[in-house]
């Protein structure tokens, strides 16, 4: 039998995402209609939000503990959290965590590895752009970063918060992300990481100057091969 997916959430359109990938990509695997079990717990956002502006990692942290105990309960044998930014607290969480957890960022540089990408851009929230998630993964792998300028960062913080959460999506938010990703690939940068799970229902290889690294799906799909060991 697969193992039982845990799935600690925070906002909606990318978690759905991530669950929709799982739960389509999961029939490939093991037959029509077929995917493993998942459970799924979140608070609501607005729980999430001031904890990130005024940076309480450690208050994140235990709402992602919180919502662990609850999927451990419902019979979860591992969990993954399809937010880039949280993870700035997964220190915390995974030494206290009652089930072993899939990190995002490891899964996207591995990606990265194995598609011979080698300078990456990151894209995300100002919370997560501004951290080390992705620094301290891409380190560990041998790969090169660059970050957007403040301004840019900026607007796409503003993009993801105001927009993309909600399910809008803009013709103008497309052409800004266009905009920046050919910025930094002028920079020398070889792909592009979506680092906030909801920029995937925006941008993607057809409509990106860069080749993307899509974080929600990765994580899906690594979450499917762990089920399916």
């Known amino acids: 039998m697969p193992s039982h997916i845990g ?9 759905a995402l991530c669950y929709r990938t799982i739960c389509v990509e999961g029939a490939e695997v093991l037959g029509p209609h077929a995917h493993p079990e998942i459970t799924m717990h979140t608070y609501s956002l607005a729980t999430y939000t001031p904890l990130l502006d005024s940076g309480d990692w450690q208050a994140v942290g235990k709402l992602m503990l919180a919502s662990a105990a609850k999927l451990a309960l419902a019979g979860a044998d591992f969990l993954i ?5 949280i993870h700035q607290a ?38 997560l752009v501004e951290s080390e998630v992705y620094p301290e993964q891409l380190r560990a792998h041998g790969l090169e970063f660059m970050r957007p300028s403040p301004s840019e960062c900026a607007e796409i913080h503003r993009i993801i918060t105001a927009e993309l959460v909600y399910g809008v999506f803009k013709p103008e938010a ?3 992300f266009q905009r920046i990703i050919a910025r930094l690939k002028s920079e020398g940068c070889d792909a592009v990481i979506l680092g906030c799970t909801e920029i995937p229902l925006l941008i993607n290889d057809a409509n990106s100057p860069l080749p993307v690294l899509d974080s929600t799906r990765l994580l899906a799909r690594a979450a499917l091969r762990r089920a399916t060991q």
């Not at 799935?7 to 909606?12: D, P, Q, T």
């Not at 089930?99 to 990408?117: C, D, K, Q, T």
């Open 7 to 15: 799935i600690v959430a925070c906002s909606a359109e990318g978690a």
């Open 174 to 176: 497309v052409a800004a």
């Open 81 to 85: 959290c399809p937010d880039n930014t």
């Open 90 to 127: 997964f220190s915390y969480v995974e030494p206290q965590s009652p089930r072993p957890w899939l990190h995002i960022a490891r899964e996207v540089a591995l990606s990265a590895v194995a598609r011979g990408f080698r300078r990456l851009s990151v894209t995300g929230t100002r919370w």
